[in-house]
């Protein structure tokens, strides 16, 4: 009797302990996310993580390139692996951007730097099939699914400007589809336009509206992979929805608005926006909008929140200084207007090495809730293509990260920013130095990494936890001893300080907090009441993330 009863009590005491952990979960799951306040995790999929040895090579891509420019085996499986181990919800990461998944050109080009494959993902010979390097569709749809279930959205990476380079075994697109000539000047808009953006990079004729056939090559492909007839009837049916001409343009708008009904993506990150007309933009936007929509009727259990798709530009060179419109000489384009939600921010590096931290945060503040309200940007430190990152010799890493991580608007961590990985690879030519495998060893092996690891954690969970600190409204409270300052969006309140002094600290939060009130340092994980206005304690930190608990 006594074993029948102490059986009952341990199945009842689990089975509160799974309610509980559920109603937890639930409360996660609930969690207020924006995208103006997100923090969005960077990574060359060839390069994070390698998941699946087995497809590390495919269509005979095994010759020797130079430094850093052939495949090295990350994949889509390698991604999924390090959600499952936690480590993005340990970094307070609640969006995953990656570059381009679908497959490249399969032989390689050489332009000076040594043969280069098409390892990041911008050179495209078929925008409706995932690159073998990569993975599958199979891969694809577990990445997602696990990622959602963890609170983090996908965003993967459009590229409607260009196909990949011509070589021996990828011959070049009809001419009714690319132009291979003139070169782009960059002195005006139709010079930034019609044209190809280097040597060999075949630029799509988005501007026409001419019909179009398939490539004959894509069509050969596609009846050598079985699936000529699906492909063409799912084109006939998108083509008499749309109303829109078989132009070059609509086809690939299609084959990209595929990964969203099929896969049940978040957004995307889309490459090249200048160089190609902005009325491009609002019709992928439209689009997009559409397929999000298909997504959400279908499959009503798997939306994780009301937010709409979302859609950020790379305008190379855009400033968040620039406003809503960015200058091409002869004519200013707002790439904001019935298309993006945010454009990628290349101001910011510049001016964290040029202006104090008070006056960063007041002009992003600022500039946010005025001449960019209801617009985003998002804000970096380091990329793929930006050869002047912020910290290039990776000598302020708690830096970077409390500037990128604290400053208003979204953040992007490019791979290895929270690692410190090395940007000065010897042997490298141009942006392959920005490009090496991730450097997880490092995690084991170096004890300063795992204190920069650390401090890049506890600022990306203050920051993931509440959505005030990049989307709410910014408000300096002190800078005597240190700089001091609140971030509120709506309910969601904390107070900040950066640069104080270590040890005793005292600190007026009396403009958010009420007297009596328990509040917690995220940042050293003490908890302080709130006397007269104000807090004391102790840390051996100079930073402080006070929240309500």
């Known amino acids: 009797m006594r074993k029948i009863l102490y059986t009952f009590c341990f199945v009842f005491v689990i089975a509160c302990q799974e309610k509980s952990a559920g109603k937890t979960s639930e409360k996660k799951a609930k969690k207020e996310f924006v995208w103006e ?19 590390d090579i495919n269509f005979d891509r095994s010759k020797e390139t130079g430094k850093l420019r052939g495949f090295k085996g990350g994949d889509i499986k390698g991604i999924t692996q390090k959600i499952k181990e936690g480590y993005f919800t340990k970094l307070g990461i609640n969006a995953i951007w990656m570059t381009p998944i679908v497959e490249q050109i399969h032989g390689g080009t050489d332009e ?12 495209t010979k078929d925008w409706t099939k995932i690159d073998p390097n990569f993975g599958t569709k ?15 959205r996908v965003l993967l990476d459009a590229v409607i400007n260009h196909t990949g380079p011509v070589t021996e075994k990828d011959p070049v697109w009809s001419e009714d589809w690319v132009r291979i000539e003139p070169h782009c000047t960059y002195d005006n808009y139709k010079n930034t336009v019609t044209c190809t953006l280097v040597k060999n990079l075949p630029d799509i004729k988005t501007e026409s509206n001419k019909n179009v056939e398939l490539p004959i090559q894509l069509v050969k492909k596609w009846k050598a992979e079985g699936r000529y007839e699906q492909e063409l009837k799912e084109l006939d049916e998108f083509f008499k929805r749309t109303g829109h001409p078989r132009a070059s343009r609509f086809y690939i708008i299609k084959w990209l608005t595929d990964y969203i009904t099929e896969f049940g993506i978040d957004g995307y990150r889309v490459d090249t926006v200048k160089h190609t007309e902005e009325s491009v933009w609002q019709e992928f936007r439209k689009e997009c909008d559409f397929a999000f929509e298909k997504y959400k009727k279908n499959n009503p259990e798997k939306v994780l929140d009301a937010n709409n798709f979302y859609l950020v530009g790379e305008v190379y060179n855009y400033a968040i200084s620039h406003g809503k419109e960015f200058d091409l000489s002869d004519k200013k384009v707002n790439y904001f207007d019935k298309a993006f939600n945010s454009l990628i921010n290349f101001e910011i590096k510049w001016n964290v090495k040029q202006m104090a931290e008070k006056d960063v945060f007041h002009k992003y503040d600022s500039l946010l809730n005025t001449n960019l309200k209801g617009y985003g940007i998002l804000n970096y430190m380091t990329s793929h293509d930006d050869g002047n990152p912020f910290d290039k010799e990776r000598k302020m890493p708690y830096k970077t990260a409390t500037m990128l991580l604290l400053t208003p608007g979204t953040s992007q961590v490019y791979y290895g920013d929270e690692l410190a990985r090395d940007l000065t690879i010897e042997g490298t030519v141009g942006d392959a130095t920005l490009r090496s495998f991730m450097n997880w060893d490092d995690i084991q092996n170096n004890q300063e990494t795992n204190k920069i690891l650390s401090h890049w954690q506890k600022l990306g969970q203050f920051r993931a936890n509440h959505m005030a600190v990049g989307a709410g409204k910014h408000t300096l409270i002190s800078e005597e001893n240190g700089l001091v300052f609140s971030r509120v969006r709506e309910e969601d309140k904390v107070v900040i300080g950066i640069n104080l002094s270590k040890g005793k600290k005292e600190m007026n939060v009396s403009s958010i907090f009420k007297n009596g009130e328990d509040l917690k340092d995220f940042y050293s994980g003490q908890f302080v009441k709130v006397n007269q206005g104000k807090v004391i304690f102790n840390s051996k930190f100079d930073i402080v993330l006070l929240e309500k608990i």
Do not use: M, P, Q, S
């Open 37 to 55: 306040g997100a923090n969005i995790y960077f990574l060359l999929t060839d390069r994070f993580n390698n998941g699946d040895k087995t497809n």
């Open 112 to 123: 000076g730097t040594g043969l280069t494959y098409g390892f990041h993902g911008y050179w």
């Open 138 to 152: 199979e891969d694809l749809k577990e990445l997602v699914e696990i990622a959602h279930k963890n609170g983090i």
